[in-house]
């Protein structure tokens, strides 16, 4: 059970308060068909904890979803009635619903997803087909991680229930060469024993991906965890490490997807983008939290699109770098509080740990370079971060983040002076255009800064009035 609260844009709202509490509501529900009692009252008792906190944080809409277990319980319409009486409308998912809100969950945060996704809970594992940003289909299997058990019998019970969803959906053909995208905690969890065993460099685990051939390691890691997980993941969560890499060991095999991917979001932001305007779901939802990012921390209004054309005269980037740059470019003020010996350091934090979605690991690490090098920090110093990225990549994007370091220091972060200044690439030079009578704005810092751009790039630096 989770209550998350959100605020900000709607196209990528923000978690400013999440709680979850394990309460085991599918526990043995296979065998009973019933709630167990203690599972109820620890549900409810958690159910007027959030209502009293939702009515305190003065949430204006909440939305209350239930999923399997309650769905598939003998007494699930009777819970709700008790839930109700708590002053919350509960709204119990059909198995299609809850697979399609998975669905779109993944598309909210991987806006170009094109595989399978599956949405593993305590009660059911939700399959749905995703791309062409919508969902098509969906199918839900009592296969949660509370109700299998990984024992040869259980094995082989969840491979049979498995098969014949496949074969009786026309799922199995729809995954083979395509991407499998994992949804739920306890999919989330085996990422991050992966990441663990791989001394993977960033802690995140939103499109962290793996080859299918390494999914039989990572059954054999989750099923004797190293004990430092227990450090970064919550017990109950290793206790269901070994179902969940066996569900997903059985997966592989039968659709035999080309990689898996893992989304952060699910069911709660599939919601929130289901509910979204057509015009609002196009939008970047990277670019749109930058940009709101980068906006509250601004020193004198947010130019980071006016600082992105500003430099972009200078590189003939692809798409999707063009759109990389101006990320980095809208989170270039974050760092102007922190003391210049710690600025470097804050971009880079940001650009790798940020609550950022619709971006790959390669891609955070791209910004980080453009953020040190804007900084005054030529270097990532992980090297690790290094083998994530495509070494001319991060080269362009040292010199986007010297362009940005140039254009900072020209204009002192005021949008007005980048409206009344170009730079541009002429005849073998990087020319800096000032208007006429402005040519102090050029100091002995900026020269500094023109002269490194320009050496960087091969070319000579310039000034010129007009």
């Given at each position: 059970m989770r209550l998350v609260v959100y605020a900000g844009s709607e196209r990528i709202p923000t978690p400013i308060f999440n709680e979850k509490v394990l309460a085991g509501l599918g526990t043995r529900i296979e065998q009973t068909g019933r709630l167990s009692e203690s599972a109820r009252e620890k549900a409810l008792e958690t159910l007027r904890r959030f209502k009293l906190l939702i009515g305190h944080m003065k949430v204006k809409r909440t939305h209350v979803m239930a999923t399997a277990a309650i769905?598939?319980?003998?007494?699930?319409?009777?819970?709700?009635?008790q839930i109700q009486k708590i002053g919350l409308?509960?709204?119990?998912?059909?198995?299609?619903?809850e697979a399609q809100l998975a669905g779109m969950g993944v598309l909210s945060g991987i806006p170009d997803a094109d595989g399978l996704a599956g949405d593993l809970g305590g009660g059911s594992l939700e399959l749905v087909d995703v791309s062409g940003g919508g969902v098509d289909g969906g199918v839900s299997l009592p296969l949660g991680v509370l109700r299998v058990e990984t024992s040869s019998s259980g094995e082989k019970a969840a491979?049979?229930?498995l098969k014949a969803a496949l074969k009786q959906n026309g799922l199995r053909d729809h995954g083979r060469d395509r991407s499998f995208y994992l949804v739920g905690g306890s999919w989330r969890a085996l990422a991050r024993i992966d990441m663990l065993t791989r001394d993977y460099p960033l802690p995140v685990t939103h499109e962290y991906s793996l080859p299918p051939k390494r999914i039989a390691e990572l059954r054999r890691n989750?099923?004797?965890p190293d004990p430092a997980l227990a450090k970064i993941i919550a017990p109950a969560r290793l206790a269901t490490a070994p179902v969940a890499a066996m569900l997903l060991d059985l997966l592989v095999d039968e659709i035999?997807?080309?990689k898996i991917v893992v989304s952060s979001f699910g069911i709660r932001e599939g919601l929130l983008y289901s509910k979204l305007k057509p015009a609002l779901r196009k939008l970047d939802p990277l670019l749109e939290d930058a940009r709101e990012f980068?906006?509250?921390e601004h020193r004198f209004?947010?130019?980071?699109?006016?600082?992105?054309e500003w430099i972009g005269g200078l590189f003939k980037d692809e798409p999707e770098m063009r759109r990389l740059r101006l990320a980095a470019c809208l989170l270039a003020d974050v760092a102007w509080q922190a003391s210049p010996t710690f600025r470097a350091d804050r971009g880079i934090e940001m650009a790798l740990h940020g609550n950022w979605v619709a971006v790959s690991p390669a891609e955070r690490v791209i910004i980080a370079q453009a953020l040190s090098s804007s900084f005054g920090r030529d270097r990532l110093s992980d090297e690790r971060l290094l083998d994530l990225c495509d070494r001319n990549a991060l080269a362009r994007a040292h010199e986007w983040g010297l362009a940005m370091r140039l254009g900072q220091r020209l204009s002192g972060g005021v949008s007005s002076v980048l409206q009344r200044t170009g730079l541009n690439a002429k005849d073998g030079t990087i020319e800096v255009r000032v208007q006429r009578g402005e040519e102090a704005l050029v100091g002995e810092a900026v020269e500094r800064r023109l002269v490194r751009l320009a050496e960087t790039l091969g070319r000579e630096p310039s000034v010129v009035s007009a």
């Open positions: 769905r598939d319980a003998k007494d699930g319409a009777d819970f709700v009635r409308d509960c709204e119990v998912l059909s198995a299609e619903e491979r049979k229930a989750a099923t004797a035999e997807p080309s980068g906006g509250g209004g947010q130019h980071g699109d006016l600082l992105d």
